[in-house]
């Protein structure tokens, strides 16, 4: 059920679990370095190895990132040899979702940034 489905719903357990699902889909989406990974993996198909090198991040890191966005239904493997190679579902659909939120963020400013709750400096806390 589409979330604009679920605003129009009498139903409160219908619009509970949608909402739900929405915030786990955005959640995937909370972390840098996994927008990171996203954006590598819509160029195409990377092995950990080579997001590590991309990214300068640590392998047990990208792989949990990896595995958070795999949750998710974001990403994808296969094998290929010794190695696995990912890469990202539903690449346009996802790029459009991360261009409406440039668009966003562009509207809004630095107000997201500042955010006392979820802003820059309440996540290095």
Same mark, same amino acid.
């Given at each position: 059920?589409?979330?604009?489905?679920?605003?129009?719903?009498? &139903?409160?357990?219908?619009?509970?679990?949608?909402?739900?699902?929405? /915030?786990?889909?955005?959640?995937?989406? /909370? &972390?840098?370095?996994?927008?990171?990974?996203?954006?590598?993996?819509?160029?195409?198909? =990377?092995?950990?190895?080579?997001?590590?090198?991309?990214?300068?991040?640590?392998?047990?890191?990208? /792989?949990?990132?990896?595995?958070?966005?795999?949750?998710?239904?974001?990403?994808?493997?296969?094998?290929?040899?010794?190695?696995?190679?990912? /890469?990202?579902? =539903?690449?346009?659909?996802?790029?459009?979702?991360?261009?409406?939120?440039?668009?966003?963020?562009?509207?809004?400013? &630095?107000?997201?940034?500042?955010?006392?709750?979820?802003?820059?400096?309440?996540?290095?806390?």
């Amino acid at each position: 059920m589409a979330m604009q489905d679920v605003v129009l719903s009498n &139903d409160p357990v219908d619009e509970g679990a949608a909402l739900m699902a929405a /915030s786990c889909l955005f959640h995937g989406f /909370s &972390d840098p370095s996994r927008l990171s990974i996203v954006r590598h993996l819509a160029l195409g198909e =990377h092995r950990v190895v080579d997001l590590t090198t991309h990214l300068g991040l640590a392998q047990s890191t990208v /792989s949990k990132h990896l595995a958070c966005l795999k949750d998710c239904g974001l990403v994808t493997s296969r094998p290929e040899g010794r190695a696995s190679m990912w /890469s990202l579902c =539903h690449t346009e659909t996802v790029m459009d979702l991360l261009a409406a939120a440039e668009r966003l963020l562009a509207l809004t400013g &630095d107000a997201v940034a500042l955010c006392p709750t979820f802003g820059a400096e309440a996540s290095q806390q």
